[in-house]
């Protein structure tokens, strides 16, 4: 399985970017998707995640009400609509695929691409 983010870039406090991952592989069918993000100088953290299906999908607390993780399987592609964004929000966006447990947790994924980076200035 091999993962390509893209969607990346800067935007002022308050504003909106829409983050995409492009999946390919045979391999692929199956996997659920995640979202990680890593700010400089601290540890990667959980973003969001989403099943196959796309019926149901995890946040973490402070991404609750402000971000919408979707799929479109047909296209092998995952989003993150991200709105209201904070300049805390300033990382490396990184999406991940697996099967494993542990779906907030990156033990839980074994496909990572490569990361886009966001910026949110103040």
């Known amino acids: 399985v091999q993962l390509q983010a893209s969607g990346g870039g800067l935007v002022q406090a308050g504003g909106s970017l829409r983050l995409s991952c492009a999946a390919s592989?045979?391999?692929?069918?199956?996997?659920?998707t995640g979202w990680f993000r890593q700010a400089p100088g601290k540890e990667r953290e959980f973003v969001a995640a989403?099943?196959?299906?796309?019926?149901?999908?995890y946040y973490a607390d402070s991404m609750k009400g402000r971000f919408t993780m979707s799929r479109d399987n047909a296209k092998n592609t995952i989003f993150l609509q991200m709105n209201s964004l904070k300049p805390e929000d300033t990382a490396v966006y990184y999406c991940?695929?697996?099967?494993?447990?542990?779906?907030?947790?990156?033990?839980?994924?074994?496909?990572w691409g490569q990361g886009t980076q966001v910026t949110v200035s103040s």
């Open positions: 592989g045979s391999t692929y069918r199956g996997y659920r």
């Open positions: 989403i099943s196959w299906s796309g019926a149901v999908t």
């Open positions: 991940a695929a697996g099967l494993r447990p542990g779906i907030q947790t990156d033990s839980g994924y074994d496909y």
